[in-house]
């Protein structure tokens, strides 16, 4: 028993050991690759890859590959041959994803169609153009409730927008007057809006472009995405 116990404990300390042997090599390729890429870009992690011999290197929203040295920088995609995985497609949904809780539909303008019982959150400014494009192909979806969070990033003219269609005796119809039919937003902007935090948020979060969408279950969908495509994640997720 004692021999049994004794090599036990050694077992246990070497799985330690190896442990922090591996956090100080990813700590030292964090530092290197920091280092190189200056202050203008943050590494979040660096572990290792399906690979070996390779380390995921996540700056931003974005991943990349390295050596154990922190010499070279690889951009591209790992695909398992057996399976046809795209692991790194896969690990950037991962990262992408929200917590669905994180989000303040206090902050958002909510519609909702049928039963309501698919939930969508859109992030949207309102001179964006993809933004209109994607708005009249959602007018096709049913038994949906979108939370529409205003953040407006591309214009000192985006945030007068903004704050009249949040002002507006009924936002979304503001909204959806401006977005589909072209008919200006107007009145007052003195109102209390929440985009400040929406824009706390999209920063928080990495949301760096309109539209983002995301869905109940976290995931993300950059861009003007098809509606074919909104309607298959939702029937994913039942």
């Not at 929200?98 to 698919?118: E, H, P, Q």
């Not at 269609?165 to 589909?180: F, L, R, T």
């Not at 920063?203 to 983002?212: E, L, R, V």
């Not at 509606?227 to 997720?237: G, M, N, R, V, Y």
């Amino acid at each position: 028993m004692n021999k049994f116990l004794s090599a036990l404990v050694l077992i246990l300390a070497s799985i330690v050991c190896l442990s922090f042997a591996n956090a100080q090599t990813e700590q030292q390729i964090k530092s290197e690759i920091q280092k190189k890429l200056g202050a203008n870009a943050k590494v979040k992690s660096v572990s290792p890859a399906p690979i070996s011999g390779l380390y995921e290197v996540i700056v931003g929203n974005d991943i990349f590959y390295t050596d154990a040295a922190g010499k070279y920088l690889i951009q591209g995609e790992v695909i398992e041959l057996a399976s046809g995985k795209n692991i790194t497609e896969q690990r950037q949904s991962d990262i992408n994803r929200i917590k669905w809780a994180d989000l303040n539909s206090a902050n958002a303008i909510k519609t909702v169609r049928g039963n309501g019982s698919r939930q969508l959150a859109v992030f949207s400014d309102p001179n964006c153009g993809y933004c209109k494009r994607l708005e009249k192909s959602m007018q096709q979806l049913d038994n949906v409730t979108i939370y529409t969070y205003l953040i407006p990033i591309l214009s000192p003219d985006s945030a007068q927008k903004s704050k009249q269609i949040w002002c507006s005796a009924d936002p979304y119809k503001s909204y959806i007057d401006w977005m589909i039919n072209g008919s200006p937003p107007s009145g007052k902007t003195d109102c209390i809006t929440p985009l400040d935090k929406n824009m706390t948020f999209a920063k928080t979060y990495g949301i760096t472009g309109t539209p983002t969408l995301f869905f109940a279950d976290g995931s993300r969908f950059p861009g003007a995405v098809q509606i074919t495509d909104i309607e298959k994640k939702f029937s994913s997720l039942k």
